[in-house]
């Protein structure tokens, strides 16, 4: 049963597929809605002319109904973009060249940052390519397993798994189409705490903090700790560091904010 928001929507904008049409999204995705996906509603207020506190009233009544995102907020986006975008998969010659330009300053996560930097630099691709496939591929499995369910119970597909897609469903945050990692991939939720950090689904500064205590710091520290150990990382152990610390950073400031 759809809610009131999104039958204004699609009532406004001529119907299911001219809703789809009009947002760049296939009509069966819009049809199985019950409620407009956080990620799509920016998108559909845009199209439809809806209010987004009306869309999704859930989200945005608490947060105040603003769109600026702070610096730092953004910055916390970058750094969970980039963890996302190296874990994810090997990168590109491309990539590992724009790393190669990070700098930083006399701070930690700056130093980590240059060490980043300078690992890069000194990288070749094709034997990052090949850290990275004994790393978190390997012949039936590699050397870490990037998973909260693995690190949390030993095995895959586990509780941590399940208690963490109804987080997502709540926050209406659906699965990428062709996707068939589990959500609980270090790269996924990194990404997912990205698009928190950045505005991208929109929540409030509760419901990250909320996230990133129950499916991110739990687990994810003892990874990148890890990934800095592990007899396959030289590249990768930079990333480590920089995981690491700045996950740190993260559990700090938000014990600041209470």
Not at 67 to 88: C, K, M
Not at 199 to 205: D, H, I, K
Not at 236 to 251: D, K, M, N, T, W
Request: hydrophobic share 45%; glycine share 8%.
């Amino acid at each position: 049963m759809r809610d009131s928001g999104l039958d204004r929507a699609i009532q406004l904008a001529g119907g299911v597929a001219e809703l789809a049409r009009r947002i760049g999204i296939r009509q069966p995705s819009v049809s199985n809605w019950s409620r407009v996906p956080a990620e799509r509603v920016t998108a559909v207020e845009a199209v439809t002319g809806v209010s987004r506190v009306h869309l999704r009233p859930d989200l945005y009544s608490e947060l105040a109904v603003t769109n600026q995102v702070h610096d730092i907020d953004v910055g916390r986006a970058q750094e969970y973009a980039l963890l996302a975008t190296l874990l994810s998969q090997a990168p590109s010659a491309k990539l590992i060249a724009q790393v190669a330009k990070l700098r930083g300053d006399a701070s930690p996560l700056g130093t980590a940052h240059a060490h980043l930097g300078d690992a890069a630099a000194k990288a070749n691709p094709a034997a990052v390519d090949r850290e990275y496939f004994d790393l978190f591929v390997g012949l039936g499995r590699g050397e870490l397993m990037p998973y909260a369910s693995f690190y949390l119970t030993g095995f895959l597909n586990e509780r941590p798994l399940s208690h963490l897609r109804q987080d997502l469903a709540a926050l209406g945050i659906e699965r990428v189409e062709n996707n068939f990692e589990p959500e609980d991939h270090a790269a996924t939720l990194c990404e997912i705490m990205a698009g928190l950090a950045g505005g991208r689904f929109p929540a409030s500064e509760a419901a990250q903090r909320e996230m990133f205590e129950k499916h991110v710091a739990p687990w994810m520290g003892r990874l990148f700790a890890d990934m800095e150990n592990a007899a396959a990382a030289d590249f990768y152990r930079s990333v480590g560091s920089l995981g690491r610390l700045f996950l740190q950073i993260e559990a700090e400031a938000f014990m600041l904010a209470d």
